[in-house]
């Protein structure tokens, strides 16, 4: 069995072994913080950086959806003008087939 000097020896010796293990582990953790407080630096950065591309993006997309709706507008009245004239040549038609079968029955009760 150890004596007791040894003993205590023995503690004192992983007693420093331990302070210095804890001495790296603050260090580590200062080193950390210092790392962490940067990281927020960039993320902050970045996100301010992400917001104002939003804002511009956004902006352009505003113009483009403007734009959109006044080509859709175009393109409606243009359609519109279109069926118009498609239900015009319809009643166009309409009346001359109306017409064409009148005269077929009028020539066929008329030789009769």
């Known amino acids: 069995m150890p004596s007791l000097d040894e003993r205590v020896a023995y503690v004192e010796?992983?007693?420093?072994?331990?302070?210095?293990?804890?001495?790296?582990?603050?260090?580590?953790?200062?080193?950390?913080?210092?790392?962490?407080?940067?990281?927020?630096?960039?993320?902050?950065?970045d996100l301010a950086t992400l917001r104002a591309e939003v804002r511009h993006d956004s902006g352009e997309i505003r113009k483009d959806m403007a734009s959109l709706r006044t080509e859709m507008r175009s393109f409606r009245a243009e359609m519109v003008r279109r069926f118009e004239q498609v239900d015009a040549r319809f009643n166009w038609m309409l009346g001359l087939l109306f017409a064409i079968v009148l005269a077929l029955v009028s020539a066929v009760l008329t030789f009769r």
């Open 13 to 45: 010796g992983r007693t420093e072994a331990h302070t210095g293990m804890i001495a790296g582990v603050r260090l580590d953790i200062r080193e950390l913080r210092g790392e962490v407080v940067a990281l927020r630096g960039e993320v902050r950065q």
